[in-house]
């Protein structure tokens, strides 16, 4: 069955969007101290971000203006996979070790660190991207979305590429690199069905 470039950018913007919807309900869940399903939701991203690599990738190899942007979102849904991943698997087992044996907290806390260290690069690629197509949306002439795009990508960037440099938030207790990078992850969902009629 034949997809086309267009369409295939379209998938790719909604997978995003499911994705942002998700990450959000997920920290509204946590923030509420509610039973999170965390099988369901980190399983389903998981799903999710595959797929979204592959889409991407397509997209990237096809795309006339946007390669890098296509880019940025293939590899940051390799890394969610594997970020999603290592939630999955790895925090139960080495949690209940930690429990079992307290000698053993300093490693399960580093399976924590090491999953927030790629969930952050994930988020500073979908930053970077987009800040590209906010950037492209302005010059297109969507100066309002394009330019909101754009600035939040470039937060999202900065948040998580300083708590990846800095190794925790910028500014304690306020957690910038999760909020913007989902807020970065929604507009460039948004700005991309605008690129879809013009790449």
Do not use: C
Request: aromatic share 6%; net charge positive.
């Amino acid at each position: 069955m034949p997809v086309t470039h267009q369409g295939t950018i379209r998938a790719v913007a909604a997978l995003l969007l499911i994705a942002a919807v998700s990450q959000s309900v997920y920290t509204a869940l946590y923030i509420a101290k509610l039973d999170v399903p965390r099988q369901l939701l980190w399983g389903s991203e998981g799903v999710l971000f595959a797929l979204l690599a592959a889409l991407a990738g397509a997209a990237m190899v096809k795309s006339r203006d946007l390669t890098l942007v296509f880019s940025a979102i293939a590899f940051s849904a390799a890394l969610n996979v594997v970020q999603v991943g290592v939630g999955l698997t790895l925090f139960g087992p080495f949690g209940d070790a930690a429990k079992a044996d307290p000698a053993l907290a300093p490693l399960a806390g580093a399976i924590v660190d090491f999953s927030f260290f790629v969930y952050n690069a994930a988020k500073l690629l979908l930053g970077f991207a987009a800040l590209l197509v906010g950037l492209s949306r302005t010059s297109a002439g969507a100066k309002l979305l394009g330019g909101a795009t754009a600035l939040v990508g470039t937060l999202a960037m900065i948040a998580n590429g300083g708590k990846i440099i800095a190794g925790g938030d910028l500014i304690a207790g306020v957690p910038l690199a999760g909020g913007t990078g989902v807020l970065a992850t929604l507009l460039l969902a948004v700005a991309l069905l605008g690129v879809a009629k013009d790449d």
